[in-house]
């Protein structure tokens, strides 16, 4: 069975860091495109980036661009994002997801282009 773990998300003050991680269990992880979400209560789920199955070519959100960066380990099955400069509106649950097909990105910034996600982590951001 697939299983996506997210961990890292917290309190933290404007203007402050946070480091998600997403562990996979999953054989073909270093060959699919692997994504980042969030979402806040009443909205949809929201496109904040995106990283090929290499970790070559990535993509974010006009939103957190320059300020997150999504990095992976084929390695050791774990995608990470790394968020500096969070703002209040930063703050939701965000998700990792895996894209459903090998070798490809195609759609990426649309929730049903991936599919396994992880069961989320809170992330508070305080003005």
């Known amino acids: 069975q697939v299983q996506l773990v997210e961990s890292g998300g917290g309190l933290v003050q404007a203007g402050g860091s946070l480091r998600l991680s997403c562990a996979a269990s999953?054989?073909?992880?270093?060959?699919?495109?692997m994504g980042w979400f969030r979402q806040t209560p009443g909205k949809e789920r929201e496109f904040v980036a995106r990283?090929?199955?290499?970790?070559?070519?990535?993509y974010y959100a006009d939103s957190v661009k320059g300020r997150f960066t999504i990095s992976r380990d084929n390695a050791k099955n774990m995608v990470f994002l790394q968020m500096n400069s969070l703002k209040p509106e930063d703050a939701a649950v965000y998700y990792c997801?895996?894209?459903?097909?090998?070798?490809?990105?195609?759609?990426?910034?649309?929730?049903?282009?991936?599919?396994?996600w992880g069961q989320g982590t809170q992330v508070t951001v305080s003005s």
């Open positions: 990283i090929n199955w290499s970790g070559v070519n990535t």
């Open positions: 999953l054989r073909t992880f270093n060959t699919v495109a």
């Open positions: 997801a895996a894209h459903r097909e090998q070798y490809s990105d195609y759609n990426f910034h649309i929730p049903g282009a991936y599919q396994y």
